[in-house]
């Protein structure tokens, strides 16, 4: 800690905040919870009014964000960008077009491509420049291409420019880009560039030609002092805590978990934040009370509601003193985890364009030895089996028990519903998939005693 930190404790006795009145406070924690969803604030995105927010308490949020998470936030012009510091990999978030697609790797390598020649571009560029542009990077890589005539391609490349218009990096200013969409030669839209967003949004860390692995881009900080290395541990479980659902303590380093357990961690993050942090004999979870996050469990919707009633059903069968046992296993090694995603990434680097440089400290693959501490769910850190026979047979049995509080989409394809239901609750950290079924995990508990009740409405039955 500074000793400004430390001033500013010692005479507030808040350790972050420090110089935010009381009647000032709500507001900055508002500000604080817009930034994390937010990462990216600009004159549009997400709102007109999230920008003057920020800037409002500017330094206290510079501040605050460095010391309590190793975060850094850059305002350039009509631009506001946390720069923050990736612990892991997080299949969980993926950008998402306008329609709710998730972004495959084809999509991800158009939006990467767009920036590269929005940097190049002058203030203003047609859509077509920019697709000729981007085809012409494209072609050269292996795999890739673009052809706008071609439907595929032509859909990927307009959901990467919708992402970038969407959060104000370039503004139509003439035209159409739907009739481009529908045909290439029978529209045109002309956009404005608006260049600290491109710079605000595009600043690796690295010269990617020289990224041998993506496991490089992770944070790799090394400590230079005991104190330095608690600094660090401190950090990383609040960065924990407010970028992931729920954080059992088996799935973090011992000394990151000795944080999560501490009072220090609640007390600081509900000061920051204006949340309270729910902590258990597993882990630790921020509660959502405040729209923090774009997606909430129990939440509405078909999929969100099949979850609820899932877990529900999944927590019985495992507490059920007259069935049969529930088998137990291990959980999957979170760095064995890792390390498969990394290599999953891996797989789709443009090796052809890679500069390997001649240094001692080359890039390393993610470490799979060392791991966290036993799960506390039993005495052997094993988790409650539930198989896919089962799952099949609770969504079938839920659809049936609550008849049209589900659509005729999800009885005509209850598999689909089991599908995403489940992918839902892996991503809410209540369960993880392994071969033949799920392992359920503690946050599962949590909704065991959850009744359901069908709600009737004028046009419509909906559950709870």
């Not at 998470?69 to 850059?74: D, K, S």
């Not at 045109?188 to 600043?203: G, H, K, M, Q």
């Not at 001692?360 to 896919?388: C, H, K, M, S, W």
Request: with cysteine; net charge neutral.
């Amino acid at each position: 800690m500074s000793a400004a930190s430390e001033r500013t404790q010692s005479t507030t006795g808040h350790r972050f905040a420090g110089d935010i009145s009381e009647l000032e406070l709500a507001d900055y924690q508002r500000a604080v919870r817009l930034v994390l969803r937010h990462p990216l604030i600009t004159a549009t995105w997400p709102d007109e009014r999230a920008l003057p927010r920020v800037r409002r308490f500017a330094a206290a949020l510079r501040r605050d964000f460095a010391e309590a998470f190793g975060y850094r936030l850059e305002l350039h012009g009509a631009t506001a960008r946390l720069v923050r510091v990736s612990d892991g990999l997080d299949a969980t978030q993926p950008a998402v077009s306008r329609t709710g697609r998730p972004f495959d790797r084809q999509r991800y390598a158009y939006l990467s491509l767009c920036l590269a020649v929005l940097g190049r571009a002058g203030i203003q560029i047609t859509l077509s420049e920019l697709a000729d542009s981007v085809g012409g990077d494209a072609n050269r890589i292996t795999g890739l291409g673009l052809n706008p005539d071609h439907g595929p391609d032509r859909r990927a490349f307009v959901d990467a420019v919708g992402w970038l218009e969407e959060r104000g990096v370039i503004r139509l200013a003439d035209g159409s880009s739907a009739a481009w969409a529908s045909d290439p030669g029978s529209g045109e839209a002309l956009y404005d560039v608006a260049r600290d967003v491109v710079f605000a949004l595009f600043r690796p860390t690295r010269v990617l030609q020289h990224v041998e692995s993506v496991a490089a881009l992770l944070d790799r900080t090394m400590a230079s002092s005991g104190n330095a290395e608690r600094r660090a541990a401190a950090q990383a479980a609040r960065r924990a805590v407010v970028e992931s659902p729920v954080v059992y303590h088996a799935d973090v380093e011992p000394m990151v978990a000795n944080h999560l357990r501490g009072a220090a961690l609640a007390t600081d993050l509900a000061r920051l934040t204006g949340l309270r942090v729910e902590r258990r004999a597993e882990g630790v979870l921020l509660v959502d009370t405040a729209g923090f996050t774009g997606e909430r469990f129990p939440g509405t919707g078909s999929v969100a509601q099949a979850a609820v009633l899932l877990v529900v059903e999944m927590t019985d069968r495992i507490a059920d003193p007259d069935g049969r046992r529930v088998k137990r296993l291990a959980p999957p090694d979170p760095l064995s985890r890792q390390q498969a995603m990394v290599d999953r990434v891996d797989a789709g680097l443009p090796t052809a364009t890679l500069v390997v440089l001649d240094d001692a400290a080359a890039d390393q693959p993610y470490p799979v030895d060392g791991g966290g501490n036993p799960d506390e769910t039993d005495g052997g850190g094993r988790l409650p089996f539930i198989t896919d026979s089962f799952l099949r047979e609770a969504v079938g049995e839920i659809v049936r028990r609550y008849g049209s509080a589900f659509g005729a989409q999800w009885h005509a394809d209850p598999e689909r519903l089991r599908t995403e239901a489940v992918a839902l609750l892996e991503r809410f950290g209540a369960t993880t998939t392994v071969p033949g079924g799920v392992l359920v995990l503690p946050l599962a508990g949590r909704y065991r005693h959850t009744v359901a009740a069908v709600r009737q409405r004028a046009s419509a039955e909906t559950l709870f």
